[in-house]
């Protein structure tokens, strides 16, 4: 079959490799009818995530159909239509029985790898480093998905691939940004970063009744993308000082949440990084979120990153009593409430697809999507190009 | 999961490696049976089974008995496939796969 793989430090190609098998009787295949770009993988493309193997196949946000079914598979049956869940996880572990699924015990096969870097092996996750297990992705033909009863999700009929895609990953890394922040009626909450995650995070914190909700970057488009799908409000961090505005706008207070959905600043080479005014190698976002909390509040950290970070205010968090919170996304507990607010229409994140090519495209569709031209917020791949 | 073992010394004595499995004692190792990948582990390493706090299932902790080696001795183990410590963690992390969920990952 074809996919995307990665070859090396910002080479990507397409590449014949493999079918998937089933390997484990818990797993399922996957035929891929979508596939979607992540801030994620240009860490990993650049060669900033650690671990990664020339030929690994890119891709962790994906909707199909089942096309075959290990033998201890109960759940799913050949011909469903399934969104899966980024995360690998085995639904009964401690962690996952606490509802903690990108914490589990066993969806990592690469335990090493992951210990030696975080001292604890988390889920595993598919299109990523091998610290995460080194799955191979969706931006394929078919996809293997083991613990697949766990992992994957029945889509209704009435939801199209267009939206149901992101509830494999960017929905549900959303709707985390405000459980974690305990988003409740009359809060006001920032958020960093107005990427999927960043957007979904700010929609579910509205529908949890936050009576403000003001997001932060430095992308004209996007930030004009969430004042009109979100009703939001939003701060160019170009142009103005978010800190003294989000103190002047909150009456001195700071923000009762503050969520960062940045992560790693992108790479340096060229003009490629930058959505935050910090550069590269510095949690500008995490930083800047914990200036701007209130005293007692929550900062909520979802942007991905993948090691230690420097000049992190510390004193702040210990002076202020902040509660800092963070998290891979928990999509096994949270998938089937994203897909039924999909379903009532309170989540409708397809406008932030705002490009779609044929797999074969694939390194076209990166380059759009790093550099951030032409509006880009996400690009979605379909394996026949329709 | 593993906890580093000192002998008064200050010397690298028999290294304790330990694994939580979420299911109680009496499925982790019925009528004392160690799960199958650790009955593996044969002579050498000792095995013990233990409630683990609060509710959260079997502390399974195996002691391998014998002096931690050198890092050239733990090198050249590795490379030809015989280091006794990654033969033990693998078994337990397996015992606790095949607890909680029925099968090993691969």
């Not at chain 1, 340096?268 to 509040?297: F, S």
């Not at chain 1, 495209?361 to 880009?376: A, I």
């Amino acid at each position: 079959m074809k996919a995307l793989c990665w070859q090396g430090p910002d080479r990507v190609a397409v590449e014949r490799v493999p079918d998937p098998r089933i390997v484990n009787a818990q797993d399922v295949i996957v035929r891929v009818r979508q596939s979607m770009t992540c801030g994620s993988d240009l860490h990993l493309i650049s060669g900033r995530f650690p671990d990664m193997q020339p030929g690994d196949v890119l891709g962790h946000e994906f909707v199909g159909e089942v096309v075959e079914v290990g033998s201890e598979v109960r759940r799913h049956a050949v011909g469903d239509r399934v969104v899966v869940c980024s995360v690998v996880a085995c639904g009964r572990c401690w962690y996952c029985r606490q509802g903690l699924p990108s914490c589990c015990d066993n969806g990592n096969t690469n335990p090493e790898i992951a210990e030696l870097a975080w001292s604890a092996v988390p889920a595993g996750c598919f299109g990523h480093s091998h610290a995460l297990g080194g799955f191979a992705g969706s931006h394929a033909e078919y996809v293997r998905v083991p613990y697949a009863d766990h992992g994957a999700f029945r889509v209704p009929d009435e939801l199209s691939d267009d939206r149901a895609v992101f509830a494999s990953d960017a929905a549900p890394a959303g709707w985390l940004g405000a459980e974690l922040g305990d988003v409740r009626p009359g809060d006001v909450v920032a958020i960093w970063g107005c990427g999927a995650v960043g957007q979904l995070a700010a929609r579910a914190a509205v529908l949890r009744g936050a009576d403000r909700v003001i997001c932060v970057d430095l992308v004209e488009d996007r930030l004009a993308l969430a004042e009109r799908e979100i009703g939001v409000e939003t701060l160019h961090c170009a142009r103005v000082d978010a800190g003294a505005e989000l103190r002047e706008r909150t009456g001195g207070r700071g923000a009762d949440v503050c969520v960062e959905a940045v992560g790693m600043a992108p790479p340096r080479a060229g003009t490629r990084g930058g959505r935050l005014r910090h550069g590269a190698d510095e949690p500008g976002g995490v930083r800047e979120a914990v200036h701007a909390c209130r005293k007692g509040g929550t900062v909520v950290v979802l942007g991905v990153f993948a090691g230690y970070v420097d000049g992190f205010p510390l004193g702040a968090v210990l002076h202020k009593g902040l509660t800092v919170r963070g998290a891979r996304q928990h999509g096994q507990r949270h998938i089937p409430e994203v897909l039924d607010r999909m379903r009532r229409d309170e989540l409708r994140p397809e406008y932030l697809a705002t490009h779609r090519f044929s797999l074969d495209d694939g390194p076209r569709g990166y380059d759009l999507f790093r550099d951030r031209t032409e509006g880009c917020v996400r690009v979605v791949f379909t394996p026949d190009g329709r | 999961m593993d906890v580093s073992g000192r002998t008064a010394d200050g010397r690298a004595g028999p290294r304790t490696y330990a694994v939580t499995i979420d299911r109680p004692p009496a499925e982790v190792a019925p009528d004392g049976k160690l799960p199958e990948p650790v009955a593996r582990l044969g002579p050498g390493v000792a095995v013990t089974v233990r409630p683990a706090p609060g509710g959260r299932g079997t502390e399974l902790v195996a002691v391998l008995c014998e002096d931690e080696p050198g890092p050239l001795a733990r090198l050249s183990a590795r490379l030809v496939g015989e280091d006794r410590r990654a033969a033990v963690r693998i078994a337990l992390r397996q015992a606790k796969q095949v607890a909680e969920t029925g099968e090993v990952l691969r």
